[in-house]
């Protein structure tokens, strides 16, 4: 298992990033989560984008 973390100050892309990275790991059959969170994060999905029922990416 891999963990990926994505940081960054404000408007750097870290969620552009970090979507980015979790479509590719599972394009490869990998399993990945994308959590988005802090203080600017209101509980909406990144991109607007739902999670899968299955939940996987």
């Not at 399993?31 to 969170?37: A, E, K, P, T």
């Amino acid at each position: 298992m891999r963990t990926v973390l994505v940081t960054g100050l404000g408007g750097a892309g870290r969620t552009t990033v970090a979507a980015a990275t979790a479509a590719a790991a599972a394009r490869r059959g990998g399993r990945s989560r994308l959590v988005s969170g802090g203080a600017g994060h209101g509980g909406a999905a990144p991109g607007g984008l739902r999670p899968p029922p299955t939940g996987r990416v």
